[in-house]
């Protein structure tokens, strides 16, 4: 019985990485941590990745280090990175390993520790060049088998949102047949530090990253709002009037006043800040389509376990299907969320097509029009403030008006108070 061939992975891996000194290191971090606290979340990020990369096929494994290489040289071959642009870095670590007789050459960077051996020993199936792009427009692999390094990376711009764009484009006018690998997240600011975290919380960077986080009074409404949905005793407070946390009716199903809702919903569905997905649940359930968007990983997390499909993203990033959509739902106190309903109703616009609705639940106060700054409070813990709306369906009435939104019905039940929109 004949084994399976080796796949046509890489032969070297090459890892573009530097010394995480205070200050030289993940410098973008330094917006919600320290320079040492960046430097540490730095070192975790370089242990991670070579973990995999010492799991991997590879037949050499190299690392290409700016600064000190001690300790991490230990267990791998290490090669200065020299001086130049990055381009001219990529271009001098690809030419010393181009004729020695290492074959096909992968290089990944320090920036995603999420890496798995998996990834690194992805098949190239006979391709010329493979490219892993990054969700911020660059890339965190690529990986050449004979190609000039000069001609793959002179004149390419780096760090910005299209680098990955255009290195692609290079490849192919090359004439070099091209894999792409799955797409990662860069670890470049904090935002992409939290995210990589919740979704990868074995990895000894998220651990870091929680305990650096749990270390603090202050912490981000986000990460409050997946204490609270992971358990935690948490209320929402403001200035005036508190907003009341109810995890354990966001966590429930529908209820009977949750269902009218449903039934006046037109597919498909686009549920704003759906926490764990009790109205995408029970919209799927009535067989209208529908997706759940809420900035808490641990709320997306919940709904997702529940079968209630969920993005974790806010409302002012890119969402699928924009324009298209039947219906935006904005129930609990979701209308009030960032304390400008205008900007809330027009961007709720963009995302339904011509004669969708936007529902939302409203104050039972029809005259209400007020912002207050929330805070979240937790055993010790309390985040920066948050502005939000307590909006009335008169206030909501008049500013829909100036949108080109109509208001198509008005009700109430157990105490709740709905109006629906629609778009012209």
């Known amino acids: 019985m004949s084994s399976s061939p080796r796949p046509d992975s890489a032969e070297t891996l090459l890892v573009l990485a530097k010394e995480p000194v205070p200050g030289r290191v993940k410098t973008r971090l330094h917006a919600r941590f320290s320079p040492h606290e960046a430097a540490a979340l730095a070192a975790c990020s370089i242990e991670d990745t070579l973990a995999a990369v010492r799991a991997s096929r590879a037949r050499r494994k190299v690392l290409v280090w700016d600064g000190d290489p001690y300790p991490w040289n230990l267990e791998f071959d290490s090669v200065p990175q020299g001086s130049g642009t990055l381009n001219d870095r990529l271009e001098a670590a690809f030419r010393g390993h181009r004729d020695d007789g290492s074959g096909s050459v992968l290089l990944i960077g320090m920036d995603t520790p999420q890496v798995t051996p998996a990834l690194l020993d992805s098949d190239w199936e006979g391709a010329d060049a493979?490219?892993?792009?990054?969700?911020?427009?660059?890339?965190?692999?690529?990986?050449l088998r004979a190609a000039d390094p000069r001609s793959v990376f002179a004149g390419i711009p780096m760090s910005t949102d299209r680098t990955g764009a255009a290195q692609l484009a290079r490849l192919a006018a090359l004439g070099l047949s091209v894999r792409l690998l799955p797409p990662l997240r860069d670890v470049d600011l904090p935002a992409d530090a939290e995210q990589v975290a919740a979704s990868h919380p074995w990895l000894g960077f998220s651990r870091r990253h929680r305990a650096?986080?749990?270390?603090?009074?202050?912490?981000?409404?986000?990460?409050?709002?997946?204490?609270?949905?992971?358990?935690?005793?948490?209320?929402?407070?403001?200035?005036v009037d508190a907003l009341d946390l109810d995890v354990a009716?966001?966590?429930?199903?529908?209820?009977?006043?949750?269902?009218?809702?449903?039934?006046?919903?037109?597919?498909?569905?686009?549920?704003?800040?759906?926490?764990?997905?009790?109205?995408?649940?029970?919209?799927?359930?009535?067989?209208?389509?529908?997706?759940?968007?809420?900035?808490?990983?641990?709320?997306?997390?919940?709904?997702?376990?529940?079968?209630?499909?969920?993005?974790?993203?806010?409302?002012?990033?890119?969402?699928?299907?924009?324009?298209?959509?039947?219906?935006?739902?904005?129930?609990?106190?979701?209308?009030?969320m960032g304390g400008d309903l205008e900007a809330l109703l027009r961007r709720c616009g963009d995302l339904v097509g011509a004669g969708g609705l936007i529902i939302c639940e409203v104050d039972p106060s029809h005259d209400r029009d007020e912002v207050h700054s929330l805070v979240l409070t937790s055993e010790g813990w309390h985040s920066t403030p948050l502005p939000w709306g307590r909006i009335g369906a008169g206030t909501l009435a008049r500013v829909a008006s100036a949108l080109d939104l109509l208001v198509a019905e008005e009700w109430s039940a157990g105490g709740r108070v709905f109006v629906s929109l629609r778009k012209g």
């Open 130 to 143: 493979v490219l892993g792009l990054s969700e911020d427009g660059g890339y965190w692999a690529i990986g």
């Open 212 to 239: 650096l986080l749990d270390a603090r009074a202050e912490q981000t409404a986000e990460r409050l709002f997946d204490l609270a949905f992971t358990g935690a005793t948490t209320r929402v407070t403001s200035t």
């Open 249 to 336: 009716r966001w966590s429930a199903d529908a209820d009977d006043v949750d269902l009218m809702v449903v039934s006046r919903c037109e597919p498909p569905v686009l549920d704003l800040g759906c926490g764990p997905g009790r109205m995408v649940m029970a919209l799927n359930r009535s067989g209208r389509s529908a997706l759940g968007v809420d900035m808490s990983a641990a709320a997306v997390g919940a709904s997702m376990s529940r079968g209630a499909p969920a993005l974790h993203r806010r409302i002012n990033d890119s969402l699928p299907g924009e324009g298209r959509w039947g219906t935006a739902l904005l129930v609990d106190s979701n209308v009030g």
